[in-house]
């Protein structure tokens, strides 16, 4: 149940973030943004695996969502974050 609930705040953490880091810094340029989330990403479940936290299968699967999530991530960041489309159509 610990590690659920670990996993569970990590992938709040990381879904929180990017828009958080958007928002904070429109300058630099998204694709190096996004290969640097990729990047923590990957470093955070090689780590929960190091530290027993989670398997080397369930860090696996974490990266392939990680990266179906990709395209989707991308478009809510140029729609503004998660209220761009909201924000955008009430004005």
Do not use: C, R, Y
Not at 2 to 26: E, G, S, Y
Request: charged share 10%; proline share 3%; net charge neutral.
């Amino acid at each position: 149940m610990k590690k659920k609930i670990v996993i569970a705040t990590m992938l709040a953490a990381l879904t929180a973030a990017p828009v958080f880091a958007a928002i904070a810094d429109q300058a630099q340029p998204q694709n190096d943004w996004f290969n640097q989330m990729f990047s923590n990403h990957k470093q955070m479940m090689q780590q929960a695996v190091d530290n027993g936290m989670m398997t080397t299968d369930q860090a696996a699967w974490m990266n392939e969502h990680m990266q179906q999530m990709a395209p989707v991530m991308q478009q809510m960041m140029q729609n503004g974050g998660m209220m761009g489309n909201f924000n955008n159509n009430n004005k």
